[in-house]
């Protein structure tokens, strides 16, 4: 199974940006679908953004569209999430998942097996 570390969180002012990073070990990361995701204080874990394995493909919430881009360099065994354009409302936990990309690519929650243990990005107005 893969091991993910994500990093990069931090406290940045509105408009301002964030980029993180999640790194993979223990398998290549190019037979991984990758996906981020947020979880705020009493919410939800929330789908942001997926990848598939080359790149070739790539999915964004509607809230976030236009703001974050999701990329990935299976060479360095990584995967990013450059956001910009920062609101307070995107303050939370965020997660890098993976799981074996099969072609099929749904983003909910429970399709993904490999976790990493979260980085805080919060957004002050």
């Known amino acids: 199974q893969v091991q993910l570390v994500e990093s990069g969180g931090g406290l940045v002012q509105a408009g301002g940006s964030l980029r993180l990073s999640c790194a993979a070990s223990?398998?290549?990361?190019?037979?991984?679908?990758m996906g981020w995701f947020r979880q705020a204080p009493g919410k939800e874990r929330d789908f942001v953004a997926a990848i598939n394995w080359s790149g070739g493909s790539t999915y964004s919430a509607d809230s976030v569209k236009g703001r974050f881009t999701i990329s990935r360099d299976n060479a360095k065994n990584t995967v990013y999430l450059q956001m910009n354009s920062l609101k307070p409302e995107d303050t939370a936990v965020y997660y890098c998942?993976?799981?074996?990309?099969?072609?099929?690519?749904?983003?909910?929650?429970?399709?993904?097996?490999?976790w990493g243990q979260g980085t805080q990005v919060t957004v002050s107005s």
């Open positions: 223990g398998r290549p990361l190019r037979i991984y679908y």
């Open positions: 998942a993976a799981r074996p990309d099969n072609g099929v690519h749904n983003n909910y929650v429970s399709a993904f097996g490999s």
